[in-house]
């Protein structure tokens, strides 16, 4: 376990050992604590709210990797699992908020989470933990969205090839497209109406400061809109499936359409081999030329096809064929 303190107003970051930060969490008036954990713990280590000197009891879902999305109000602490996307996936941090703290732990995101969270205490510069706490919540909305965009582009992108020149692939990449706006939705969904209960309850009570409301109902209004992104990238999704199934759709109208063409053609031919490969007396008694059997057997199977051929041009099919090409 990896533990960081952040300094406010100037964003500066110090490593610290975990029992200096529990001395830091009991006397700070303001810490931000950042924990970076392994991905398994061993049995014999201790859980992350005990060795911090945090309530227990109250705390087994925090440093547990298998956490879903959440948000409580436990008293005089707020805490949260927050999802956010990092290098196209979903990952989560954990985090605790008190009057006087805000603790994070998380796997695998230090680098990040440290150039993000020192940007935002110096551009910032947050009055207290809670203040940060909504900052942190707003730059997790950020990355669903950036991620929402960044999909919706390749989207639009896709779209626009597969009018120029459909290519099988291309279904493949929609369909990844697809299935990341899912997950997207599917990850961001159930955080939102946890944290929209937790504000609505906070917000009714009389002594939420008027700071803090101001905080929460911007939070609110950034997550309707990244949820609004979101299911933008769905419909824009679902009409690319549909603008990819209507060009297979032109495409076999197309091969069926010179099948026809084919079929009008050799039909005649069809009808006229079959009629004279039949062994009756006509034919076997009367025709025992060689100028009879041109004139009968080729010419009028010549004469066949070109009246075929004069028929498709008179009714525009070919006209209709090149236009399509």
């Known amino acids: ?24 969490l009991a006397t700070d008036t303001f810490l931000l604590l950042d924990v970076e954990l392994q991905e398994r713990q061993s049995p014999e280590e201790e859980p992350v709210a005990r060795s911090l000197g945090l309530p227990e009891e109250e705390l087994e879902w925090f440093g547990s990797p298998d956490e879903s999305a959440r948000a409580d109000y436990l008293g005089q602490v707020a805490g949260f699992v927050v999802p956010l996307v990092h290098d196209g996936e979903i990952a989560h941090v954990h985090a605790l908020a008190g009057d006087r703290f805000l603790v994070l732990a998380h796997w695998g995101l230090r680098a990040a989470l440290e150039h993000d969270i020192t940007a935002q205490v110096r551009r910032e510069r947050p009055a207290d933990a809670v203040a940060m706490l909504f900052l942190l919540l707003q730059d997790a909305l950020a990355t669903f969205r950036r991620a929402a965009v960044a999909a919706l582009i390749q989207v639009e992108e896709l779209e626009d090839d597969m009018f120029e020149r459909r290519r099988p692939e291309q279904f493949y990449l929609l369909s990844r497209l697809r299935r990341h706006s899912a997950v997207l939705h599917h ?9 929209e209960e937790v504000i609505t309850r ?116 070919w006209r209709r064929l090149r236009d399509e090409d």
């Open 1 to 24: 376990m990896i533990v960081t303190v952040v300094s406010v107003p100037d964003g500066g970051t110090r490593r610290v050992s975990v029992r200096e930060a529990r001395r830091r």
């Open 187 to 195: 990850s961001l969904l159930p955080y939102l109406q946890a944290v």
């Open 202 to 317: 906070r917000m009714m009570s009389r002594d939420f400061p008027e700071e803090r409301q101001r905080l929460a109902r911007e939070f609110q209004r950034a997550a309707r809109v990244v949820l609004a992104d979101i299911e933008s990238l769905q419909d824009a999704t679902r009409r690319a499936f549909a603008s990819y199934g209507s060009l297979v759709a032109g495409e076999q109208n197309g091969v069926i359409n010179r099948l026809a063409i084919v079929s009008v053609i050799f039909l005649p031919l069809s009808f006229l081999t079959g009629f004279f490969g039949m062994n009756f007396s006509f034919l076997t008694n009367r025709l025992e030329t060689r100028d009879e059997f041109w004139l009968l057997a080729v010419g009028l199977q010549l004469v066949a096809v070109a009246a075929s051929l004069f028929l498709l041009h008179r009714t525009g099919v």
